[in-house]
C-alpha cells in the first residue's frame, strides 16, 4: 500500500512543468561496471540554456541631443575630440538627432553613457535601434 502512494506521488512530480524554458540534450554515457567484462549505457542530461542577451545582440546609441536647425559645429567637435563615434538622424517633427554609438549590449551601453554624461552632455539617454 504504502509503495502504491509512493509510485502515484512519484507521477504527479513527473506531470509538473518547470516555468523556466531551457534547451536540454540527452546523451548517452558507458558506464563500466564492477564486473570488468560488461558494461552499462547511461543516459545523461546536459543543459544547454543560453542567456537572452547571447541570442539576440541589441544595438544601443546614446541620444546627446535634438536640433531643429544643423547641429553646433562645436558640439560636434566635442563629440570628435574625445573619440566618439556619432550619427545624425532625422527624427520625428524634422529633429536630427545626434546618436553616439553603436554600443552592443545594454551592459557596454551602459558604461559608455555614464563617461558621455560627464563629457558630453549630463541629459544624454540610451535608444535601441
Known sequence: MEQNTKTSSLKKDQNKTD?????????????????????????????????KEQISSETYYAQVGAFSNKPNDEFISIIKKNGYNYK??????????????????????????????????????????
Open 19 to 51: 516555468s523556466k524554458p531551457a534547451t536540454t540534450t540527452l546523451k548517452s554515457e558507458n558506464i563500466k561496471t564492477a564486473d570488468s567484462s560488461k558494461t552499462e549505457t547511461k543516459p545523461t542530461v546536459e543543459n544547454t540554456s543560453v542567456k
Open 88 to 129: 545624425v538622424v532625422n527624427g520625428e517633427n524634422g529633429l536630427s538627432k545626434i546618436l553616439i554609438g553603436p554600443y552592443e549590449g545594454k551592459e557596454k551601453a551602459n558604461a559608455a553613457l555614464t563617461k558621455i554624461r560627464d563629457r558630453i552632455n549630463k541629459s544624454a539617454f540610451l535608444v535601441k535601434q
